[in-house]
């Protein structure tokens, strides 16, 4: 799960999109090329959605996954 940033460390990066900020740090860049976010409302619950198309493995609750080779697109 993400968390909430109060302030950015000398290694992150921030993001901005249609007035989202988003804080990476700049080493964990390659492992988001590519990556789809979307707002989803189901029932009582609102998240964030993330599709990232280097995915090769996911754990069950959706909280880790893995890259066969990190900035690779496909």
Same mark, same amino acid.
């Given at each position: ?6 302030? =950015?460390?000398? /290694?992150d990066? =921030? +993001? ?5 900020? $988003?804080?990476?740090?700049? @080493?964990?860049l390659? =492992? +988001?090329?590519?990556?789809? $976010? ?7 619950? /609102?998240? &964030?959605? &993330? ?6 493995? @996911?754990?069950?609750? %959706? @909280?880790? &996954? #893995?890259?066969? #080779?990190?900035?690779?697109? %496909?």
């Open positions: 799960m993400a968390d909430v940033a109060d302030q =950015l460390s000398p /290694d990066v =921030l +993001l901005e999109y249609r007035g989202m900020k $988003i804080a990476v740090n700049i @080493e964990h390659p =492992l +988001l090329e590519g990556t789809e $976010i979307d707002f989803v409302r189901q029932g009582l619950s /609102d998240n &964030f959605r &993330f599709r990232n198309p280097n995915v090769s493995g @996911e754990c069950g609750c %959706g @909280e880790s &996954f #893995s890259v066969d #080779s990190p900035g690779a697109v %496909g």
